[in-house]
Structures are given as structure tokens and as C-alpha cells.
């Protein structure tokens, strides 16, 4: 399974992107998909979550300004995000938990899988 995400960029205060990750490869479904970020200097912290069944969740810091949404027929998720702020600036990344088949057997089972990263960098 692999990631590749996309769309990130240098944006002034106020301003918008439009983060994309693709999943390819070979899986039954894609369960969760998640958005996290780390700054330089910093922790890898959640932004925001979408379930297979389209409940979205997120951090306080971005409640309000992003929104999470996923297209399961492009087997993709997106991150808008609006209202940016320089304290948004980050690496993106991507992550998502697929289920698939055993090889040569029949149970499900799942693992998590983790995208490249994309810059965002927003000026004052």
C-alpha cells in the first residue's frame, strides 16, 4: 500500500490549500483516514480524522477552519484547510488503516500505513 500526498505550498495568513492523499495498492477497504502534522522542533500532532462511515473529528487548534473529507472511489482523502495561520505551518502526512485478506487465508486483518508528508508553510 502506498500514499502520495499532495498540495502543499506557501500561503499568507488568511489564505487556503487543499491537501490530497492517494492510496494505492492492494486492500479490501480503508478503514480510517487521518491527517497529522509536525512542526520543526516539535511532536507529530493529529489534525483530523475521517471514519469509513464519514464521521469526521478534530483537533481544537483546526476545529472550525479545516475540514476533512474522503472519496472512497478515488481512494482518496483531502484536507481543506482555510483561515491559515503561521502557527499551521508543518509537514502534513497522511495515514490510513486498511483491511485486507490473509494471504492464503481468510481473515481480515488490518494495518496502518503512512504517507510521504507535505510542506505547508504559511507567512505573516
Known amino acids: 500500500v502506498q500514499l502520495q500526498a499532495c498540495g502543499g505550498g506557501l500561503v499568507q495568513t488568511g489564505g487556503s490549500l487543499r491537501l490530497s492523499c492517494v492510496v494505492s495498492?492492494?486492500?479490501?477497504?480503508?478503514?480510517?483516514m487521518t491527517w497529522y502534522r509536525q512542526a520543526p522542533g516539535n511532536e507529530r500532532e493529529y489534525v483530523a480524522q475521517?471514519?469509513?462511515?464519514?464521521?469526521?473529528n478534530y483537533a481544537d487548534s483546526v476545529k472550525g477552519r479545516f475540514t476533512i473529507s474522503r472519496d472512497d472511489a478515488k481512494t482518496t482523502v483531502y484536507l481543506e484547510m482555510n483561515s491559515l495561520k503561521p502557527e499551521d505551518t508543518a509537514v502534513y502526512y497522511c495515514?490510513?488503516?486498511?483491511?485486507?485478506?490473509?494471504?492464503?487465508?481468510?481473515?481480515?486483518?488490518?494495518?496502518?500505513?503512512w504517507g510521504q508528508g507535505t510542506q505547508v508553510t504559511v507567512s505573516s
Open positions: 495515514n490510513v488503516r486498511v483491511s485486507f485478506y490473509e494471504p492464503g487465508g481468510y481473515r481480515l486483518l488490518e494495518d496502518e500505513y
Open positions: 495498492g492492494t486492500f479490501f477497504s480503508i478503514n480510517v
Open positions: 475521517v471514519t469509513h462511515g464519514g464521521f469526521t
